[in-house]
């Protein structure tokens, strides 16, 4: 049963030295800027220790937290957000692509992407990569409070066409707005990294 107990802010990193030591599992959150990947980690953790804004691109670090002093979990800057600078998006792309190459105790990627429109090209490019770099994931849609029941077996059909998954590949409908498939997603996480709390 997926119960948070206990969650805390541990630091902002952007170098591997900076990283706190490897000694937990760890689960990675990435996604566009605007896809809700702080209130997500808000509706996880629930309470509001993610900083949510109405512009995105917030995150411009990567941020560690700690949950039930079991597992980190990993707030990754969104990518794809055009109102900053190339040069930012370019920092912010290596600072993941580091964090990708060097993170050992790295289990799993929460990719996300919107339910509510086709995956984008970037979220093909970062499924690419993850796979490329041998790196377990799964797909998480966001913001699924906007669609009615038929919309939502269509949505994962897309998503599942759209990113060239296999048919049991698992993705997870949510809402932060509305805290549904947040208990499905937790259970699956602790049920893969073999955590029963």
């Known amino acids: 049963m997926a119960t948070v107990k206990k969650v805390k802010f541990i630091k902002s990193a952007v170098k591997p030295e900076d990283y706190p030591p490897p000694d937990k599992p ?14 997500l980690i808000n509706a996880i953790f ?19 937290f700690l949950l039930n002093d079991k597992i980190y979990f990993v707030d990754l800057p969104g990518y794809g957000y055009a109102a900053v600078s190339k040069a930012e998006r ?5 600072m ?22 086709e995956p984008t090209k970037l979220d093909i490019m970062m499924k690419e990569w993850l796979d490329s770099l041998g ?23 897309r998503i599942r066409e759209t990113l060239n998954l296999p048919k049991d590949f698992p993705i997870f409908l949510t809402s932060s707005k509305e805290k549904t498939g947040i208990k499905e997603l937790m259970s699956y996480v602790l049920d893969y990294l073999d955590l029963d709390q």
């Open 96 to 117: 993941i692509e580091k964090y990708f190459y060097t993170r050992e105790n790295l289990k799993l990627v929460i990719l996300l992407v919107d339910s509510r429109h």
């Open 90 to 94: 370019e920092k912010w792309r290596k």
């Open 46 to 64: 629930k309470r509001n220790i993610a900083k949510v804004s109405s512009s995105p691109g917030k995150t411009r670090l990567i941020n560690f």
């Open 26 to 39: 760890e689960v990675a959150v990435v996604g566009r800027s605007n896809v809700g990947k702080s209130s």
């Open 135 to 157: 790196i377990p994931y799964i797909v998480v849609a966001t913001k699924a409070d906007k669609l009615n029941q038929s919309e939502k077996a269509k949505t994962k059909k």
